[in-house]
């Protein structure tokens, strides 16, 4: 089966965005039965919808999980909520502004779980040294839309997983910026590892070849 790993790329001032880098990096990797299809989605309302549809429906995921930048979190952040509300006044990289609060699917629900176990991936994280929180809040940005679409569309599937987590910046990005938060990029593949590994049911550190 597949686990469709999901990042971004750079937007707004960001010129490095890891969780992009750690998808691409992950590509590839078999953890357990599971073969990894890692992908850098682009900062576009438009071009993320038609990706991610794309994706699910080539790929059909056991499961999915993707990863956004939070500049200013100092921690992992393993999301709860998908919410179906596309609003920023901050563009896309396509100049696109969303100053309306709009539903990303007309006919999805408010709001989707997820359906990996959130809190047991937090007390794995944090066992390994890793900061980490359960949010419940992935904003109405780029990160939530890929998220609800994700959710939006794997909830019609019968055990298919879906989940998102925040990430800090890399701190091999930002050595020259003393005060913005960051972990290293090798702890920042280790919690996207392990959270793949606790979703799956699976020890970490045995199964990543």
Do not use: W
């Not at 999901?6 to 039965?33: C, D, M, Q, T, W």
């Not at 980490?132 to 609800?148: I, M």
């Not at 800090?168 to 702890?187: D, I, M």
């Amino acid at each position: 089966m597949t686990i469709l790993l999901v990042g971004f790329g750079p937007f707004g001032n960001i010129r490095h965005n890891p969780s992009g880098e750690i998808a691409k990096l992950l590509n590839g990797k078999r953890i357990g039965n599971d073969i990894v299809l890692g992908r850098v989605l682009p900062v576009s309302y438009i071009k993320v919808k038609v990706t991610l549809e794309r994706l699910i429906a080539d790929a059909n995921p056991s499961l999915f999980l993707g990863i956004g930048l939070a500049p200013n979190s100092t921690c992992i952040r393993v999301e709860a909520i998908a919410l179906n509300i596309a609003y920023s006044e901050k563009p896309d990289v396509d100049g696109t502004i969303i100053k309306e609060i709009t539903p990303i699917y007309d006919d999805g629900e408010l709001a989707y779980m997820a359906n990996i176990p959130l809190k047991r991936i937090v007390g794995e994280l944090r066992r390994h040294g890793i900061p980490s929180v359960l949010s419940f809040s992935a904003g109405t940005y780029l990160c939530n839309y890929a998220y609800y679409i994700a959710s939006y569309l794997l909830s019609k599937r019968n055990n298919a997983m879906f989940g998102f987590i925040h990430i800090p910046q890399a701190s091999e990005y930002v050595v020259s910026k003393a005060n913005v938060p960051s972990l290293p990029f090798t702890v920042l593949v280790k919690a996207v590892e392990i959270t793949i590994h606790v979703s799956l049911g699976l020890p970490y550190g045995k199964s990543v070849n």
